[in-house]
């Protein structure tokens, strides 16, 4: 049984796209994270979240608790936004629990 | 200020033998967690540790462990590896309170053959 399960598992868009990844959980949570990691290994958190919707530049990140459901949306998708997204969740302070990633592949 | 540091970032050792890796958190910072990223399994979580006390541990066994030192740095020990230790290893800090952002190593790239 997994806590974290994430859609879809591979992503391929072409320069400029729209691009929505999806993450449910099973758990009560206190935090939802969002990372991202590029070939190589190195992991950037790009957002954490409790509720809501939060914005960094061209990425969007929204919870709706109730739902248990989360999404990151990339808008004006670019080559360099290729990665693996990762949704993470902490339920009540207690240990992480990872999705398994979501590989996106934008093409020029 | 400096990010997050992970020494060694690549090893290589055989089956049975012990490794230790180290981590360096962002100055200032006190919580520090270990992770395990194999391409089976993905990230899985191994243990969190804040001024220098265990607060969180996985599913992992006995032979894993940690610590932490009372300048936030911290290390890992894998006794009698198994050729399934080999994965990413990495380490974040965060300022300590709970719901903070993690701020991410490099990792340690072990293999154990």
């Known amino acids: 049984k997994n806590e974290v399960e994430q859609s879809p598992q591979n992503l391929t868009a072409q320069e400029g796209e729209f691009i929505t990844i999806n993450c449910s959980y099973s758990?009560?949570?206190?935090?939802l994270h969002w990372l991202q990691q590029h070939p190589g290994g190195g992991i950037v958190s790009l957002f954490m979240?409790?509720?809501g919707k939060k914005k960094h530049g061209r990425l969007i990140a929204t919870i709706n608790i109730q739902e248990k459901h989360s999404s990151l949306h990339i808008t004006a998708s670019h080559p360099r936004d290729s990665a693996v997204y990762i949704c993470?969740?902490?339920?009540?302070?207690?240990?992480?629990?990872f999705g398994s990633g979501t590989k996106l592949n934008v093409k020029p | 200020k400096a990010g997050v540091t992970q020494t060694p970032r690549y090893l290589i050792k055989t089956r049975g033998q012990q490794v230790t890796l180290s981590c360096s958190p962002i100055?200032?910072?006190?919580?520090v967690s270990w992770y395990q990223q194999t391409p089976g399994q993905g990230l899985q979580f191994l243990f969190e540790?804040?001024?220098?006390?265990?607060?969180n541990k996985g599913n992992f066994p006995g032979r894993f462990s940690g610590r932490q030192f009372s300048n936030s740095r911290s290390e890992m020990n894998v006794s009698t590896l198994e050729l399934g230790d080999s994965a990413l290893y990495l380490c974040?800090?965060?300022?300590?309170?709970?719901?903070?952002?993690?701020?991410f190593g490099p990792g340690t790239r072990l293999t154990v053959l």
């Open positions: 540790y804040f001024s220098e006390t265990q607060r």
């Open positions: 993470a969740v902490r339920p009540n302070f207690n240990k992480f629990y």
């Open positions: 100055s200032g910072h006190r919580s």
């Open positions: 979240l409790s509720s």
């Open positions: 974040a800090s965060s300022p300590g309170t709970v719901n903070n952002e993690q701020f």
């Open positions: 758990v009560g949570i206190s935090a």
